[in-house]
């Protein structure tokens, strides 16, 4: 059977970044593996972040989010079947930070997916210093994405302390509490060492971790349509004005709760790329890009986001 690996966290966590590091580790020992981005948004700028690792021994596919729950889920499940007769020899699965873990479980147990897959390893990655105001919707898929982990994994560790790490640590272990989970994490537990010191004896921990069944409550209001993402094409600006633009976006409540900012903007030939959260800011050069910016929240004044993003 082909292992089935989930890397799953909230936006803006890092899992990009881990997926990369964590694929790339797959494809040195010669396995051959294959990709699902599984997007929230209609456009998936992560998908092209990913492309490096694209080749002989590694493909890349995507399910687009901009549909109901159902159709979703039929998409992700052929999405699967196809990966599964391309003869890889594990599949990783990035889903959206507003993924609901449950799908995934469920797919795994329909046919013709029961005879081809086997879960292998849960790992969710978490902020290092993860908010402790987090909307009782985030603390729910935050707790649904940790619940089964095998391990969790924190980023962005080396800007962060052992103090973050215990704080990060107890808003998560709230976030089980209210979700009905019984499962409570020690820092022994977790992961926070930072990716680039990472010795044989994290990865081992990493690629052995398998994923533990557990049980909570699900306490998500689809119905709220709470979450939102926003698109704007052809963004004028430079690294200065998307500085601004996010710090605005991400600090003023009237635009609602901006906690996930990304994109990519022209810049004389190649692209400026942006990637925010409230943790931090980063903008680096790229030669390949997107002509995108995508806003992503909780209760978002769409009227609002626009002005400040169509004004050059």
Request: charged share 25%; hydrophobic share 40%.
């Amino acid at each position: 059977m082909i292992k089935i690996d989930l890397i799953t966290g909230f936006l803006g966590s890092g899992k990009t970044t881990f997926l990369k590091m964590y694929a790339r580790r797959l494809l040195d020992s010669g396995l051959k593996i294959g990709i699902l981005e599984n997007d929230y948004g209609a456009v998936n700028v992560d998908m092209m972040l990913l492309g490096c690792l694209e080749g002989e021994n590694c493909g890349l596919e995507m399910v687009a989010g901009a549909c109901d729950a159902d159709c979703h889920r039929r998409r992700f499940k052929t999405k699967l079947i196809a990966l599964g007769m391309s003869g890889y020899d594990r599949v990783l699965v990035e889903p959206s930070g507003l993924f609901d873990i449950d799908e995934f479980f469920d797919v795994l147990h329909e046919s013709p997916l029961d005879r081809w897959y086997e879960p292998g390893n849960v790992i969710a990655v978490v902020d290092a210093k993860l908010e402790d105001d987090l909307s009782d919707n985030s603390a729910y898929l935050l707790a649904s994405q940790a619940a089964m982990s095998g391990l969790v994994v924190l980023s962005k560790s080396q800007f962060a302390d052992e103090n973050d790490f215990e704080k990060t640590v107890a808003v998560l272990n709230r976030a089980m509490k209210k979700a009905g989970c019984p499962r409570r994490f020690a820092l022994s537990e977790v992961l926070t060492k930072p990716w680039s010191m990472l010795d044989d004896t994290d990865l081992n921990r990493i690629f052995n971790c398998g994923y533990r069944p557990e049980s909570f409550v699900k306490l998500l209001d689809d119905s709220s349509n709470a979450y939102q993402s926003l698109y704007y094409l052809d963004v004028k600006a430079d690294e200065n004005r998307l500085k601004k633009l996010t710090k605005i976006l991400m600090n003023d409540g009237k635009f609602g709760n901006v906690f996930r900012i990304k994109g990519f903007v022209r810049k004389n030939g190649g692209w400026l790329e942006l990637n925010a959260t409230r943790s931090g800011i980063s903008i680096s050069s790229t030669e390949a890009g997107q002509d995108i910016i995508i806003v992503i929240g909780e209760s978002l004044d769409k009227e609002k986001i626009d002005g400040i993003m169509n004004c050059e």
